[in-house]
């Protein structure tokens, strides 16, 4: 099994410009001199989440409608004694087929979600079954014809009939590279809706300085928002020769790392976020990439001074391993990392539970379903401490896209895995591959189904039966 890279060396060094999967959509490229007043005619942010307000409105008018009439011929039955007919769902037994129904090995009972303020969904079935979808690859920036964001809105019904509550999508900003997360220009903008991808962490220089070093940055607007020079990097950044007060968190070497105890830096990228979060375009929340680029504390910062529905962390540190390159089957210290960064940020924060996705594909792999219990008899991946802020996954974009496979869940068992973690506490990440997987899609739709119909969500409560480790 591959361990996966640890996230700063996942890029070369810093090459001239591309057009990345936002900027090649020329149609519905927005680049902003200054925060609109008013939402842009072609914002696709509007549209699309429109589109799945109404969609799940009809929706749920309809089983609400049907429901309606199946509770009429339910009491017309009952009150004809010529009757012998059953009620819908009933088998010959006079049995509920719903009755059947046992999910193996747990039992999962809903709690209220109202008071951990993770996420607010659509309607009170939303709200209590939160489903994420990753709606990108790490090809999907090459995506030919009108560009990825057209593509995905002619799949918004596929989506909203899923049952899926928020959509992930990548990062908006003018980019160096071009799956873009190697930003610089972040008014330079393509709008997109739901949960962005934002980079915090570091950021492009649009051009050298008297001394020949590339640390001269670019807002995207006429005025100094975002104009930033060596002042804004921290001074042991390793890419480019910063002035500013050393890193808060650990070091990323494509790209100049910068300085968050800078008041200006502070001030410039919480604006950003609050007109990425305005009408204006129309985000609902954050996917942090390289949240351990910089501290909880700093994170904790943008978070609460920008409210986000969901605030999801990519913090993805290696397991611990045997002598023979298996992973161990006790990853505590693994998942405590992750459960001390949502602690130390506080508020709406969550993060993908990458403790949860080893330990899962390695149980499968090598036939240990006993490493799925830890010690205490609780889930052994972050979802086991903190349920309502580990968002669970199978793959993304990083760790198993066609051509970008770090660390890639066994292609065989990949049902196995969304089995495991749509009738689990938590909130779940369907990859986007899989999703539309013509192979994959409709059990994979199905097994939401099933999560949604029975109320399960992040906090559900959970009791594994069988299994555990020595």
């Known amino acids: 099994m591959s361990r996966p890279e640890p996230r700063a060396q996942r890029f070369g060094s810093a090459s001239p410009f591309f057009l990345s999967h936002k900027s090649c959509v020329t149609r519905h490229r927005l680049c902003f001199s200054l925060p609109p007043t008013q939402p842009p005619a072609s914002s696709l942010a509007a549209a699309i989440l429109l589109r799945l307000e109404l969609e799940r409105a009809r929706q749920a008018a309809k089983v609400r409608s049907e429901a309606d009439v199946s509770s009429s011929n339910r009491a017309r039955t009952r009150c004809s004694s010529s009757s012998s007919r059953k009620p819908h769902g009933v088998g010959a037994s006079g049995t509920s087929a719903l009755a059947t129904l046992e999910l193996p090995v747990l039992h999962c009972y809903p709690c209220s979600l109202a008071s951990n303020g993770v996420l607010r969904g659509l309607s009170s079935q939303a709200a209590l079954s939160q489903i994420l979808l990753q709606a990108f690859n790490w090809e999907s920036w090459n995506k030919g014809g009108p560009g990825w964001y057209d593509y995905l809105q002619s799949q918004v019904d596929d989506i909203t009939a899923a049952g899926i509550t928020h959509v992930w999508l990548p990062p908006p900003s003018h980019s160096v590279d071009a799956q873009g997360y190697l930003p610089g220009r972040l008014y330079d903008l393509n709008v997109s809706q739901c949960i962005a991808d934002i980079v915090l962490n570091h950021r492009t220089a649009e051009s050298k300085d008297g001394r020949g070093v590339y640390c001269i940055f670019e807002g995207g607007t006429p005025d100094g928002r975002l104009d930033w020079g060596p002042h804004m990097i921290c001074r042991n950044d390793s890419y480019s020769d910063g002035t500013g007060n050393a890193d808060t968190g650990l070091d990323y070497k494509p790209a100049p790392d910068l300085d968050h105890l800078n008041d200006v830096v502070r001030s ?44 999801v962390a990519e913090i993805w540190t290696d397991l611990a391993y045997e002598q023979d390159g298996r992973p161990r089957a006790d990853q505590d210290a693994h998942r405590q990392v992750l459960a001390d960064w949502v602690d130390a940020v506080g508020g709406p924060a969550a993060a993908f539970d990458y403790t949860t996705k080893g330990i899962l594909q390695a149980a499968l792999n090598f036939s240990q379903l006993s490493w799925m219990k830890d010690a205490q008899g609780r889930a052994p991946g972050l979802v086991g401490l903190r349920p309502h802020q580990a968002v669970t996954f199978v793959d993304n974009h990083d760790t198993g896209s066609k051509t970008h496979q770090l660390w890639p869940f066994p292609p065989a068992m990949i049902l196995q895995g969304y089995a495991y973690i749509l009738t689990h506490p938590g909130i779940p990440c369907i990859f986007y591959d899989h999703f539309f997987d013509p192979d994959m899609k409709d059990q994979i739709t199905t097994m939401m189904k099933i999560r949604t119909r029975n109320k399960i969500g992040p906090a559900s409560k959970l009791r594994i039966l069988l299994g555990g480790r020595a």
Do not use: C, E, H
Request: charged letters at 20%.
């Open 268 to 311: 410039d990228l919480t604006g950003w976020l609050q007109w990425m979060k305005s009408d204006a375009v129309g985000f609902d929340g954050w996917r942090l990439d390289f949240a351990n680029g910089y501290s909880p504390a700093v994170a904790g910062r943008y978070i609460s001074s920008t409210t986000p529905d969901l605030a």
